[in-house]
C-alpha cells in the first residue's frame, strides 16, 4: 500500500498532536473517515512520520534509539457507536504494556487522551439525515471524495484542519479535569489538612535545583544544542543562572544577540538532546538528599503539594514518576503552559488548582526568580541554598529566608 495521488482511492484521516517530544516522537490522535487497508499507517509514513515500530511502511525511520519497544505502536483506543434509538456506545481499550511503558518512559501524560474525541460537532439523528449528510460531506473541499494530498516539503504533524478545535477542547479538558496527577486523601490527612499546625496549606516547590539537582545533564544538552546552532557554548556557571526560566526566555539572556532563528535552532536542538539523553538512559536528575523524606512528611502531615516550574509537562512527569513521587503532587505547572517565570501566572494557576489563597501557600524554589515570582503573587518564599543562585541573591529579591539544610526548610515551611 502507498499514497498515489493519481489514481489511488480517496482516504481520509483527521488527526492531532496530543504531545510532542522534542523532533524525535510525537503522539498522535487518529480518527480514519475512510477505510482503507493499512490507512493509518500510509497516512502517517506518507507525512515522513511513520507509526514507532512500524517497519513495513517506515524502515529504519520507524524505530527509536534506547528502550522504547520495536513492536507496533498503534492502538485502538476509543469506539464511539451512536444507537439507532439515539445515545451512544462509548467503550475504551487499555493499552498494551510494551506501549504503556513507551509512553511512561517518553513522559507522556495520558490523562491528555481524556478530551473529546474528533467528531463532528452535530450528528445527524435520521437515517435520512446521515445519508444526507455524507452526500453533502463528499462534495466538500477536502473531503474524502478529494484525493490526499501530501507535502513533503513543509508539511508537519500538528497543522491539520483540527488543530484549534482539538486546542480549545484540550483547554476545556483542563479546567474541568482537575488535577492529572493528584491523589485522594485519607480521613486523618483531611483532617490535617483542616486543621494544620501552621498557617500553611499549600507548599508550591521549583523543579532543578529544588527538588532534583539535573545541572549536569541541563548543561551537556545545552552544550550540545549549541554546537548544533553553530554557535559558542556559554559557560557552565552562565548556564546553570539561567535554570528556572523557561527555553526561549533562558536563549535571550544567554545569547542577546544572536537572531530568532539561532534561538529557534538551539530551542529545538536542546528538547532534541534532553529526549535523547532520557530514552537512551543517561539523563541523571536525582533528588538532593532528604528530599523525599520531607515530602512524604508534609503530604501526610495534611499539607497540599505542588511543582511550579520552567521544565515542559513531558520532562516534570517523567522526572518526578521515575523517583516515584508524582502521586504526592496536585498541581503540576509548567512553561509549556505558562509565561516564563518571574510572571507569577503559574503560581497562580497552582493556588487556584489546589484550592490556596496566597496567604496559606509557600512557594520554594533556589533562584531569584522564584522568588520574585512569589512575591509578585503574593506568596511568602523561602530560598534553598543547594541550587543556581546565592542565599544574599535570594534574599534581595524576596526571600523570608534561605534553608541549608531540608531541616532548616521544613522549620520555616512550619514558620
Known sequence: ???????????????????????????????????????????????????????????QDAFLTGSVSRK????????????????????????????????????????????????EDTVPKSREEKKQAARQHAKQPGSGGEKMHVDHEGGQPGKGREESRWENRRQAGRQTRGPPLGQGRSQTETQALMNPSSKTHCVIFDCDGTLVDGQASICEAMETAFAGADLAPPSRNAIRRIVGLSLPQALRELVPDASDRQRAVVVDGYKSAFFAARTEGRLHEPLFDGMEDLLRRLHSGGRTLGVATGKSDRGLVSCLRSHGIADLFVTLQTADRHPSKPDPAMLQAA??????????????????????????????????????????????FGACGVANTMAELEALIDG
Not at 512575591?375 to 544574599?392: D, F
Request: with cysteine.
Open 351 to 396: 493556588l487556584a488548582e489546589a484550592s490556596s489563597t496566597p496567604e496559606s501557600a509557600v512557594m520554594i524554589g533556589d533562584t531569584s526568580f522564584d522568588m520574585e515570582m512569589a512575591r509578585a503573587a503574593g506568596v511568602r518564599a523561602i530560598g534553598v541554598s543547594w541550587g543556581y543562585h546565592a542565599p544574599e541573591e535570594l534574599l534581595e
Open 72 to 119: 507496533m505502536h498503534l492502538h485502538a483506543r476509543r469506539l464511539i457507536i451512536d444507537e439507532p434509538e439515539g445515545g451512544t456506545v462509548d467503550a475504551t481499550a487499555d493499552l498494551p504494556e510494551h506501549f504503556a511503558s513507551s509512553m511512561d518512559q517518553l513522559g507522556f501524560n495520558l490523562s491528555l487522551s481524556d478530551a473529546a474525541p474528533l467528531r
Open 1 to 59: 500500500m502507498h499514497v498515489d495521488h493519481e489514481g489511488g482511492q480517496p482516504a481520509k484521516t483527521r488527526y492531532r498532536v496530543v504531545e510532542a517530544a522534542g523532533k524525535k516522537a510525537a503522539w498522535l490522535e487518529l480518527e480514519p473517515m475512510t477505510g482503507r487497508t493499512h490507512q493509518l499507517r500510509v497516512h502517517c509514513a506518507a507525512m515522513g512520520y511513520p507509526i514507532v515500530g512500524d517497519g513495513k511502511y517506515g524502515g
